[in-house]
Nanobody, 121 residues
Framework: QVQLVESGGGLVQPGGSLRLSCAASGSISSVYAMRWYRQAPGKERELVAGITSGGSTVYVNSVKGRFTISRDNAKKTVYLQMNSLKPEDTAVYYC???????????????WGKGTLVTVST
């Protein structure tokens, strides 16, 4: 079974830090782009950060300078280091990745189940 599993969410105070992890597992031939999305209550899901297989990164403006996305290709894992957290960062954070499954001809997009990040006093 191919899956993406997030970890690292929790409750932090404003100004604090968290590091999220997402590991891909299963019969995967190749991992292409990996991304972090988030969805706050009553809001649409938004792209937070993305990273290509070659290491190029993109960020939504609201997290630039505070968040860093990285990956470990050997571990098929993507990370999101979140610093200087603000209450408005509170959301469920979802891992997303383009994966080529063993035996398949084309890559497909997969989602994790999400991990909750709460920034509050």
């Amino acid at each position: 079974q191919v899956q993406l599993v997030e970890s690292g969410g929790g409750l932090v105070q404003p100004g604090g830090s968290l590091r999220l992890s997402c590991a891909a597992s299963g019969s995967i031939s190749s991992v292409y782009a990996m991304r972090w999305y988030r969805q706050a209550p009553g809001k649409e899901r938004e792209l937070v950060a993305g990273i290509t297989s070659g290491g190029s990164t993109v960020y939504v403006n609201s997290v630039k300078g505070r968040f860093t996305i990285s990956r470990d290709n050997a571990k098929k894992t993507v990370y999101l280091q979140m610093n200087s957290l603000k209450p408005e960062d509170t959301a469920v954070y979802y891992c997303n990745a383009d994966l080529l499954i063993a035996g398949a001809d084309v890559a497909m997009n997969y989602w994790g189940k999400g991990t909750l990040v709460t920034v509050s006093t």
